[in-house]
């Protein structure tokens, strides 16, 4: 190697260490050292970063997105999507029936399945799992809320019987906060003060996925082992470490240095491109049924008119925030719902851009109505900010002063218990349903008093008569007509300004083949189907 080669290394190296070490993460480095010792080559841990730290791995509490790859590796549900597709599949159900009537699901158990903890899989645990999160009633809990009763006619026979027809409850299954296996000896076992295990949970797991939590430290790092008794797939990777890691820079300098071996999300247009022409690296990119959204405030200040937030859906000027926040990885968002989820052309929803109505508005505001606070989701990297800094330029220029903030995951996920002064007038963040299926984007952003990430605590009737109409149709087409009306009544109400429909961009060590996508997102990668790529 040459002087000037070494010496370029060196620093690249050195700016490294000294980035890493500014955001308390050195030990990220030494910890990794160890490793495969390069971009192009791959050891048998996979190594991710998260950009924030999770809830908490317990499947009938966590309800967020960063996360999804600890709770997906280490527990499994009765049925799932398969890859970049709306159809679904087996999962530890082998096959499933359901009668004319809408009410009864009979679901086919897979033989020899077992718990981490060594317990078999029957339909009487399945019955377990259902009772636990139906009991514990947090976030997830509403996917389940309409099953009356459920029986176990034998080990591998589960029979679910609901109390109306739910158009979407196969989909409500296969989500990916959908109702998992939970084993109920590890429950028992656990369980203090009555509490189900919850604050056992907090720091282990009770699945049967291909991976068990084995390390689990709060804003620092977790550690999965692969499961040895795995009834699918087995793992080629041992194990997986993820890193709190809030700067996606700084993931993307440990990635090109060998130190990580996967980013799946956050990371800004210009870095993305540089990457694809970096041998030792991967960049694919897959459909994803995800928009970046802007929700608005309807309870606050000058946003708490409905003539100023349609007056605001029409002067943002969507183009200018998405084409340099996002390139390629994007397209304007056309319709309401996230791509894929309706026929094309339904609910459409693109206004026209026109200032005008706003400028008229805002030259009758006082000075203290034109301070806007803006906020975003920390978890939603440098895309998110880029959007956050563009729109209050746009802002600016229509005679508004907005300061921009990030927002932990956390207190994101807190607005709508939050007072009105601490939640912003507007809040970038990407919007898609818990399901493939329409019912979902409309029920967590939308429904009245049901979901945390109903932000503003938005609620109109007229729209909660169209989502149980929706819900208890007998057919996807007559549900369908339900969908496109209630994104009729949430344009009219003006409560989002929906922007791009989003690519999932997942760039991997060049060493790490076969990804396996899901089309929920951001980032939705199997972790137990990466392979090592064979030396040519």
């Not at 203290?368 to 330029?393: C, F, H, M, N």
């Not at 083949?513 to 990466?530: C, F, K, R, W």
Request: net charge negative; glycine share 8%.
């Amino acid at each position: 190697m040459s002087m000037t080669a070494d010496r370029r290394t060196f620093l690249k190296g050195s700016a490294l260490v000294a980035v890493a070490e500014a955001l308390g993460i050195s030990a990220l480095l030494s910890a990794c050292s160890g490793g495969a010792g390069g971009a192009g080559m791959v050891g048998d841990t996979i190594r991710f970063g998260f950009l924030a730290d999770m809830q908490v791995p317990d499947p009938d509490i966590f309800y967020e997105g960063e996360g999804l790859q600890v709770t997906l590796s280490a527990y499994e549900g009765l049925v799932a999507y398969k890859p970049d597709s709306p159809e679904i599949g087996p999962g530890l159900a082998e096959s499933w029936t359901v009668t004319d009537d809408g009410l009864t699901y009979t679901f086919k158990l897979r033989a020899g399945v077992t718990f981490h903890d060594g317990t078999p899989m029957t339909a009487t645990t399945i019955i377990k799992s259902f009772e636990r999160r139906t009991a514990i009633n947090q976030g997830p809990a509403y996917l389940i809320a309409d099953v009356a009763s459920m029986s176990a006619p034998d080990d591998s026979t589960l029979v679910v019987e609901l109390r109306h027809p739910v158009e979407p409850f196969l989909d409500y299954l296969a989500c990916p906060w959908g109702l998992k296996a939970v084993s109920p000896t590890a429950v028992q076992t656990h369980t203090v003060n009555g509490d189900l295990a919850q604050g056992w949970l907090s720091t282990h797991d009770a699945g049967t996925g291909p991976y068990q939590i084995t390390e689990f430290v709060p804003s620092s790092h977790y550690t999965l082992t692969a499961y040895d008794g795995y009834w699918g797939t087995k793992p080629e990777f041992t194990s997986l470490r993820i890193q709190i890691i809030p700067d996606i820079t700084t993931q993307r300098l440990l990635l090109e240095q060998g130190q990580l071996d996967v980013i799946t999300k956050g990371l800004p247009i210009a870095a993305i491109e540089a990457m694809k022409t970096n041998p030792t690296l991967t960049v694919v990119e897959h459909p994803t049924a995800f928009k970046s959204s802007i929700f608005l405030n309807w309870k606050k200040g000058v946003f708490s008119a409905t003539g100023f937030r349609q007056a605001m859906r029409s002067a943002v000027d969507v183009p200018a925030l998405i084409n340099p926040a996002y390139g390629s990885t994007a397209s304007r968002s056309t319709q309401f719902y996230p791509a894929g989820v309706l026929p094309d052309g339904a609910a459409p929803d693109a206004p026209d851009h026109d200032v005008s109505k706003l400028k008229a508005l805002i030259a009758k505001l006082s000075d203290s109505d034109k301070q806007i606070d803006l906020a975003y989701d920390e978890a939603g990297g440098a895309t998110d900010a880029r959007v956050a800094e563009l729109l209050q330029t746009q802002l600016a220029a229509l005679g508004l002063t907005a300061t921009v903030r990030a927002m932990p995951t956390s207190q994101v996920f807190a607005l709508h218990s939050a007072p009105i002064g601490q939640q912003p007038h507007m809040l970038v963040h990407g919007s898609g349903g818990d399901a493939l299926n329409a019912d979902t984007t409309l029920r967590i952003f939308f429904r009245t008093g049901v979901s945390p990430i109903n932000w503003f605590n938005y609620s109109n009737t007229a729209l909660d008569a169209v989502m149980d109409a929706g819900q208890r149709s007998r057919s996807k087409a007559d549900a369908e007509v339900h969908w496109v009306r209630g994104a009729e009544i949430v344009m009219d109400q003006a409560w989002v300004i929906n922007l791009c429909d989003m690519k999932d961009v997942i760039v991997t060590n060049s060493g790490i083949g076969q990804v396996v996508h899901t089309l929920l997102g951001p980032g939705m990668v199997p972790i137990n189907l990466l392979r090592k790529v064979q030396a040519r």
